[in-house]
């Protein structure tokens, strides 16, 4: 019997590829065959708890049944019960030393839970012993993306090129960009992203970001803002936002008031609320009056386009940071407004997570906790469901929790959020601040240099590493390291 185990959006960061598991039941009695295909129909169905019940079941009776051990092990890996996973696959592979599909499991399960080195050994042995089947693509990725983090791009370029080159998606096609940039190729990255979207302009948000930060690091300021700025029409509310701030000011100046001046001649709803957006976070400080025009263009957006989600999410968001003479209170409750008119909308899961996440803030500002922990919760239950779950937003609950003092739940969710992606290093850094809060000065060093190594070009980031890190390595008696971070903290 086949068993195929489907993408589940429950599923974890790195097992997204269909596995088929060959199940011999040749030898058993009817009544048994029937019972393994029940769990055999829940699996393959996304139903993973009614199969693992059933597996459980199975393998009391027949301990070293060596496929449903697997399945087992899969299972649990999609339940986010890393440990058993953990434990059952190496259950199976001692039944089966040199199952590349076993390893690559195992591998992944490992990563999930943030053991980077235990689960880097096992996914070098299953792409030694079988690159090409389908679980072992997942456990390129996977390796590819643990060379990234010990800073070995090079490495992660010769294991994607293969893969990119067989016709996967834009997940792994992203990680040969990512790559390529920070193995110093970023022009051939760029060439090689550029030839996706013209192929398919519908490409990932994630396609358009890199392409974008691959010109700016190959020094092509205009085609960088243009990748930007035809992505941001598609996707506005997306990662591709941060590659266009990152441009020179004096050049992003003059690119936006270019496009404010063809929107006065020709309004148009998709550029309104990608400029809108841009207008928003490019003046944080609000020193400018950014903000403001930012919040007629996206109330002429919203004016145009009465059923656009986003037009009234990002109104909603130059609201909450609008500097009238209203005040903070009421402008804060129009935001809420907006949020709400956006929710009623029906938008996408990732833009009502946004919306979501933003209302849970707005709460927390105006002091009802309340309904702050209900948006966050209702924030993390769309999370857990997406294909790409999102660290950043599920942060926002952690630090609400820790805000609370719960701090039991905040570390719990904290440990869920590393399980979704163990590369994450905002979630790395609020672990680094729990560390801290327990005096665990050596763990606090570990983390703080991983999201330093991790940061990019993230100030904010980068800033409160070097901060943990001289704290760290002053209580770790190690003064002249923690100097030199101090010394970076001063000379910003």
Same mark, same amino acid.
């Given at each position: ?15 997204? %590829? ?67 996973? %953990?434990?059952?696959?190496?259950? @199976? ?31 070098? /042995? ?31 370029? %010769? ?74 029409? /598609?996707?506005?509310?997306?990662? /591709? ?38 207008? /928003? ?191 760290? @390595? ?19």
């Amino acid at each position: 019997m086949t068993v195929v185990i489907p993408k589940s959006p429950a599923g974890n960061f790195f097992l997204c %590829v269909f596995v088929t598991l060959i199940v011999c039941l040749t030898t058993v009695a009817q009544s048994a065959r029937e019972s393994l295909a029940s769990a055999d129909a829940a699996m393959q169905s996304g139903r993973f708890a009614d199969a693992a019940r059933e597996y459980e079941a199975w393998l009391k009776a027949h301990p070293n049944s060596k496929a449903v051990l697997l399945a087992l092990g899969i299972c649990y890996m999609q339940l986010g019960r890393q440990q058993e996973a %953990v434990a059952t696959l190496r259950r @199976y592979l001692k039944l089966v030393p040199r199952s590349a599909a076993g390893h690559a499991a195992l591998g992944i399960a490992l990563l999930d839970g943030a053991k980077t080195a235990e689960a880097k050994a096992e996914l070098e /042995i299953a792409v030694r012993l079988n690159p090409r089947q389908p679980m072992q693509l997942d456990a390129v990725e996977a390796l590819a993306r643990v060379y990234l983090i010990e800073g070995k791009a090079g490495k992660a370029v %010769v294991l994607l090129r293969p893969l990119v080159a067989s016709g996967t998606g834009d997940e792994a096609l992203a990680l040969l960009g990512d790559a390529l940039i920070k193995s110093g190729q970023a022009r051939a990255a760029g060439e090689m992203l550029n030839r996706q979207l013209q192929t398919n302009p519908r490409s990932a948000a994630q396609v358009y970001a890199l392409a974008a930060w691959a010109h700016l690091k190959a020094g092509d300021l205009a085609k960088a803002a243009e990748t930007c700025e035809r992505g941001m029409r /598609i996707y506005p509310d997306s990662e /591709i936002e941060a590659a266009y701030l990152a441009l020179p000011a004096p050049f992003l100046a003059e690119r936006i008031g270019a496009r404010i001046e063809r929107l006065q001649k020709a309004p148009d709803v998709a550029e309104m609320i990608a400029v809108g957006r841009v207008l /928003i976070d490019a003046d944080p400080a609000r020193k400018t009056r950014a903000n403001e025009i930012a919040e007629r263009l996206l109330a002429h957006a919203v004016e145009l386009a009465p059923a656009n989600a986003s037009a009234h999410y990002n109104y909603g968001r130059a609201l909450s940071q609008s500097g009238n003479p209203n005040g903070g209170q009421n402008n804060l409750e129009r935001a809420l407004g907006e949020w709400e008119k956006a929710l009623a909308l029906n938008p996408g899961n990732e833009l009502r997570l946004q919306i979501l996440t933003k209302i849970g803030a707005a709460r927390i500002d105006l002091s009802d906790f309340e309904a702050a922990e209900q948006a966050f919760e209702s924030a993390l239950e769309i999370n857990r469901k997406l294909p790409r779950r999102k660290p950043e937003a599920a942060l926002e609950y952690v630090r609400f929790l820790q805000l609370r003092s719960r701090t039991a739940e905040a570390e719990a969710l904290l440990r869920e959020n590393l399980s979704w992606n163990p590369f994450s290093p905002q979630a790395h850094l609020e672990l680094a601040k729990l560390l801290a809060t327990r005096g665990q000065w050596a763990r606090v060093a570990e983390e703080g240099e991983f999201v330093l190594r991790n940061a990019g070009e993230d100030e904010e980031l980068l800033r409160a590493a070097h901060l943990l890190l001289a704290r760290a @390595y002053y209580r770790l008696n190690q003064p002249e390291k923690a100097r030199q971070h101090q010394a970076w903290i001063e000379s910003r």
